[in-house]
């Protein structure tokens, strides 16, 4: 596709189980990007991948986060034993970074809402 | 540290007002980037400019216009003559010379444009 695609738009779980969040970035795009956004607030950075390897997880709240990217392409966020505190909407970037310098526009995805019951 | 501030949660105007929306930084990069984002109702962000911190020309585009003064560590963002479809969470953003493109946010502004 063109855009940034999420996967799974929503989802319901309990408490205690893990998930899985899925993003595909756009074709070419080297950096990928997560952000988690709580309701009413603003975005909280996660983690960031450039191509496959994550310089900077500084954002990740605990070890119950994870995340891995294929290359290039496709991401996944895992949340074990999720919390309740864990409900938000989990947003993607990506964007075409030629050097670290060059900081581009992000193009987000349209997010993936988690509701921790 | 790196820091965006929004002070303004929410801005209610009628359509046809102009409406300016603060944006306050702070950061000890010498080089760095200021990012406006929009984020309406369907929830996907879309990005309405980049600025780079040694340009501090004022930039317009169509009814929007932003204003970024470093003395103050100020990037605003002004809508004209504002319309109901410009009722949307609006995000600014800062990201620092070599940090991979990471953004750091402002809570947001949320904007209700009134008939």
């Keep these: ?30 950096a990928l990007y997560w952000y988690r956004q709580r309701l009413g607030q603003g975005l909280e950075f996660l983690i ?18 994870s995340a891995e990217r294929t290359g290039e392409s496709v991401s996944t966020l895992t949340i074990q034993r999720t919390q309740q505190e864990d409900s938000a909407v989990y947003l993607c970037a990506s964007s075409l970074m030629k050097s670290l310098a060059n900081t581009g526009e992000l193009f987000f995805g349209e997010g993936s809402r988690l509701t921790v019951l | 540290a790196q820091k965006v501030t929004q002070a303004q949660t929410e801005i209610s105007v009628v359509e046809k007002e102009d409406v300016t929306l603060d944006c306050v930084y702070e950061t000890r990069d010498t080089t760095y980037y200021l990012f406006w984002y ?52 609006y995000f600014c953003a800062l990201s620092g010379l070599n940090q991979g493109g990471k953004l750091i946010f402002g809570q947001g502004t949320e904007l209700s444009v009134k008939p």
Aim: net charge neutral; glycine share 8%; proline share 6%.
């Design chain 1, 1 to 30: 596709g063109a855009g940034v695609s999420q996967s799974p738009s929503n989802k319901v779980t309990e408490k205690g189980k893990d998930v899985e969040l899925r993003c595909d970035p756009i074709s070419g795009h080297t």
């Design chain 1, 48 to 65: 960031y991948f450039q191509g496959n390897s994550a310089p900077d997880k500084s954002g990740l709240p605990s070890d119950r986060f």
């Design chain 2, 38 to 89: 929009k984020q309406p109702p369907s929830g996907e962000l879309v990005f309405l400019i980049r600025r780079n911190s040694f340009d501090e020309q004022n930039e317009i585009s169509g009814r929007y216009s932003w204003n970024f003064q470093k003395s103050t560590s100020s990037f605003n963002f002004t809508i004209t003559a504002s319309q109901v479809v410009d009722s949307a969470v």
